[in-house]
């Protein structure tokens, strides 16, 4: 089954949005695999955004990363990395559907929340980063009531 990482951000964090973003994840379907709440350093974001190192606004993203504790999750389901990106929203607030995360609860882009892989094999490079360790080994026993 297809897994992503998704991250709070720590203004996610910070303005208390944990339970309403996990809700969101589970109410759909999908399985939570592995959470924790984590302050991470310069270099850590550095590499997990290491695609974006060349862009202007890759200093000012570091820092907002590192600003304080994120949650760090891997959630499994069918389709995950698209449907996921679905329901996190357009990456500009201002163009992010209500309804999405971000529709919901930003609007500035340097402020945007939540991320979420941008494929299977960015989920799968992101999961190794931040869960050297692994993650959960479980199945929902919901699953014949989510899946047909
Ligand atoms: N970002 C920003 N300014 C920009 C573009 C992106 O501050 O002009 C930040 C924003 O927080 C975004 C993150 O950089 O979520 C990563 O950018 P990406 O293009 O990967 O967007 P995402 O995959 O998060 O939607
Ligand atoms: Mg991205």
Request: aromatic share 10%; hydrophobic share 40%.
């Amino acid at each position: 089954m297809e897994q992503t990482f998704i991250m709070i951000k720590p203004d996610g964090v910070q303005r208390g949005l944990v339970g309403e973003i996990i809700g969101r994840f589970e109410k759909k379907g999908f399985s939570l695999k592995g959470l924790k709440l984590v302050n991470v350093e310069q270099p850590f974001a550095e590499k997990h955004y290491q695609d974006l190192s060349s862009k202007p606004f890759f200093p000012k993203l570091v820092d907002y990363i590192i600003s304080g504790p994120v949650v760090a999750m891997v959630w499994e389901g069918k389709n995950i990395v698209t449907t996921g990106r679905k329901i996190i929203g357009a990456t500009n607030p201002s163009d992010s559907a209500p309804g999405t995360i971000r529709g919901d609860f930003a609007i500035d882009i340097g402020r945007n929340v939540i991320h979420g892989s941008d494929s299977v094999e960015s989920a799968r490079k992101e999961i190794a980063l931040w869960f050297p360790e692994g993650t959960a080994n479980w199945q929902s026993s919901l699953h014949p009531w989510i899946y047909e």
